[in-house]
């Protein structure tokens, strides 16, 4: 079963829709009233990076140039801002690869990333420790909430509080898969589900 | 409902715990020793189970994320800084399934490399094998045949011939060299019976085995909500 995925160059497919609004739902964290939210999105495929579902793989082990498997979602520019989402490592030989952004308005405001030793780092604030190596084992779900406010970036792994810092203000979006960091180098496969995104 | 207040703490302690599918007793209680600190007890109700796992939800119905997994020896756990002012939902769920026999194995001193190409002996894949005969919760259910090979001084290929015909997957365990027991490696899915693990500085040296799972019927569930500020 096993086979090589060929690169495939800054393919970008609109899979999106706009946002609209849901039923008010249960799962957020922290204090609402929070509104479910489903903002549109474009997949991203860059480098040796692949999508297929929410399965986002680098093939390569490439520790140059642009290897990108992700979601873009839509930009946002107002509200505090939640996004809920599980993922699970199904293999890696590689090291420090960004799962998660908070990206804005220039650059990766939040950057959620694995290292060889499993651990949950945040590549913006000096590589600090987010979970413990082992954390991110594969076959094992890790779920992650985000709460953007304002500047401020509250991070939520397996429902306890991990990080809390300030960024920068502006327009921001989510996004989500696996993606090389500057440091960092493949393969990866991870699988993400019950992704969930709120407003207040 | 059943309400307990943590003995050390007077603030917001609400503490929920709804009976199962059954009418059963609660059986799983959880409660706050400070705002955003929970602690779990429970009973046991299969000692015949090989483990179980402590789960947490912000919604009752899930989905539910594993915190740990557990002996049956353990019958607390404490979930610790909790996100603030935010609904927590728990239960645990004793898994079945009789582990292989263990295999040690050494590798050579080497630090750990990004790999040079893809790789693919770390792909999970079914050989063929004979047919499956057992429930996970026959002990003849166990694996066989089991095999820990090294690739490079820091990756294994594991197999192992699949007995059991209503896994819901395989735990890799592993026991590094001076560990007090074996510690979850991976999660693989059903049917896999060949794998391959990268290990980590401190595995140089460890025992490995592999254990077909399923996951009996939960405790009643337990709510509490946190205090706390953000």
């Known amino acids: 079963m096993a086979r090589k995925i060929p690169l495939v160059a800054a393919v970008l497919a609109s899979a999106g829709s706009l946002a609209l609004s849901a039923p008010a739902a249960t799962a957020q964290v922290e204090t609402g009233p929070w509104t479910s939210v489903s903002p549109g999105y474009s997949v991203q495929q860059q480098g040796c990076g692949t999508v297929s579902g929410l399965t986002m793989s680098l093939s390569c082990s490439s520790a140059s140039g642009v290897q990108r498997a992700e979601r873009r979602y839509d930009t946002y520019c107002d509200g505090v801002r939640q996004f809920q989402g599980t993922f699970r490592i199904n293999s890696m030989s590689g090291n420090r690869i960004s799962l998660k952004q908070t990206f804005g308005p220039s650059d990766a405001d939040f950057m959620l990333a694995v290292d060889s030793s499993r651990r949950l780092y945040s590549v913006r604030n000096g590589g600090a420790t987010i979970a413990p190596a082992g954390t991110a084992a594969n076959g094992v779900s890790v779920t992650v909430n985000t709460v953007h406010s304002g500047s401020e970036h509250r991070i939520y792994i397996n429902g306890s509080s991990r990080l809390k810092y300030a960024g920068l203000s502006g327009c921001h979006y989510d996004k989500f898969g696996a993606y090389r960091t500057d440091s960092g180098a493949g393969p990866i496969s991870v699988t993400w589900s019950n992704i969930r995104f709120w407003r207040r | ?230």
Request: net charge negative.
């Open chain 2, 1 to 230: 409902m059943i309400r307990h207040l943590a003995a050390a703490v007077s603030l917001v302690v609400l503490a929920g715990c709804s009976a199962g599918p059954t009418g059963d007793a609660p059986n799983l209680t959880a409660t706050l020793s400070t705002p955003v600190d929970a602690e779990l007890s429970w009973r046991v109700a299969d000692k015949a189970a090989a483990g179980q796992v402590v789960e947490y939800s912000n919604a009752e119905n899930g989905p539910y994320t594993i915190l740990e997994f557990l002996p049956l020896s353990r019958t607390t756990y404490k979930h610790e800084d909790l996100i603030p002012q935010t609904k927590f939902f728990y239960r645990v769920r004793p898994y079945y399934g009789t582990a292989s026999p263990s295999v040690e194995l050494t590798l050579p001193p080497g630090e750990f490399e990004e790999s040079k190409e893809f790789q693919e002996w770390l792909l999970p894949s079914t050989r063929p094998g004979p047919p499956a005969h057992a429930s996970v919760r026959d002990a003849r259910g166990a694996p066989t045949d089991f095999t820990v090979t090294m690739v490079n001084p820091n990756g294994v290929k594991l197999t192992w011939t699949d007995h059991t015909t209503d896994e819901e997957g395989f735990l890799v365990e592993i026991k590094p060299d001076g560990a007090p027991g074996f510690s979850l490696a991976a999660m693989v899915d059903p049917n896999v019976n060949t794998y391959g693990l990268v290990t980590q500085p401190t595995e140089k040296k460890a025992t490995y085995r592999v254990r077909p799972y399923r996951f009996g019927e939960p405790t009643t569930i337990a709510a509490l909500t946190t205090g706390g500020n953000l």
